[in-house]
């Protein structure tokens, strides 16, 4: 049964009269077995219209018209509660009222029992940096990633350093680890000193303020994310017969000679961006690294 003596739509014992309510309007037009069930909803936040097929029939006429009752109960206490909801905060940000104060609780810490440095620090480091074609005023250098530099690369990177972005994102993760400041606070590049400089500068301070505060590199998990140069080049000059140059060697040996770890303390791994957003065309490289610091013996 849909139609309901009340005019509204009846499932059983459940009835949704047609006509205003506190939670919105219902509006049913003529449901009736011979023609496609209509059910419009009008909550607090929108219209909805709900339709049945054109030409329903049996069982799948009645089930189909018991969802739309159904949905439409559900949409309805569902506007209204959100509405009973966002009404107060509605009216204390018309009113001018601050907001609720927090309540946590404040704990103190005793300094001596944190005063030794823990036997493990982590940090996260992450950097990009835009690429231009040769030519173009506002590229730099050729692209150096780890050391590396792809010198017949058609693009060329912007930045006010070499841009490595590899080098970049370790010396955030080791400043991170010891919770300095970023490198940008080290090495501002406002700093005409640093314009077109090695990236390895870079590096040898991270090492010195690790080394200073007793830590060595415990595990490096470098992350490189670009579409372009490749890292692994079929036919390289230096590839050998049947196996192809892998260019994140070399940039394993340089991180690592620079940090002074052995390299297998040292990852280098590389993905693309899937052709998606800048890196993904080719205008950015980007980098991300992880770095777990130990303490020295």
């Given at each position: 049964p849909?139609?309901?003596p009340h005019g509204g739509v009846s499932i059983g014992e459940?009835?949704?009269?047609c006509g205003e309510s506190p939670l919105g309007?219902?509006?049913?037009?003529?449901?009736?077995w011979g023609g496609r069930a209509e059910l419009t909803l009008l909550t607090n936040s929108r219209?909805?219209?709900?339709?049945?097929?054109?030409?329903?029939?049996?069982?799948?006429?009645?089930?189909?018209?018991?969802?739309?009752?159904?949905?439409?109960?559900?949409?309805?206490?569902s506007g209204g509660f959100r509405a009973q909801i966002e009404a107060p905060r509605r009216r204390a940000a018309l009113s001018g009222a601050s907001r609720v104060p927090c309540t946590a609780t404040k704990r103190d810490y005793d300094p001596a029992a944190w005063s030794e440095e823990p036997p493990q620090r982590i940090g996260h480091g992450f950097d990009i940096h835009r690429m231009t074609p040769k030519g173009d005023p506002e590229g730099g250098g050729p692209v150096v990633v780890g050391g590396v530099v792809f010198e017949d690369f058609e693009l060329r990177i912007v930045a006010h350093s070499d841009g490595d972005v590899a080098y970049?994102?370790?010396v955030d993760a080791i400043f991170g680890a010891l919770t300095?400041?970023?490198?940008?606070?080290?090495?501002?590049?406002?700093d005409p000193r640093w314009k077109g400089a090695p990236s390895d500068v870079f590096m040898d301070e991270a090492w010195k303020q690790m080394d200073a505060r007793g830590y060595r590199i415990g595990n490096l998990d470098v992350t490189l994310i670009a579409e372009a140069p490749r890292m692994i080049v079929k036919d390289h000059p230096k590839s050998e017969p049947g196996k192809p140059f892998d260019h994140k060697v070399g940039m394993v040996e340089n991180i690592a000679s620079l940090l002074g770890c052995p390299p297998n303390r040292?990852?280098?791994?590389?993905?693309?961006?899937?052709?998606?957003?800048?890196?993904?065309?080719?205008?950015?490289?980007?980098?991300?690294?992880?770095?777990?610091?130990?303490?020295k013996p």
């Open positions: 849909v139609g309901s459940c009835t949704l009269p309007t219902v509006h049913s037009p003529g449901l009736a219209k909805r219209i709900l339709k049945t097929p054109s030409r329903p029939c049996g069982a799948s006429r009645a089930m189909t018209l018991a969802a739309l009752a159904i949905g439409g109960a559900l949409l309805l206490a970049h994102s370790i300095l400041p970023d490198i940008g606070a080290f090495f501002p590049d406002t040292v990852n280098v791994k590389a993905r693309t961006h899937e052709k998606v957003d800048a890196v993904g065309e080719k205008r950015a490289i980007s980098c991300h690294v992880v770095a777990i610091l130990e303490r």
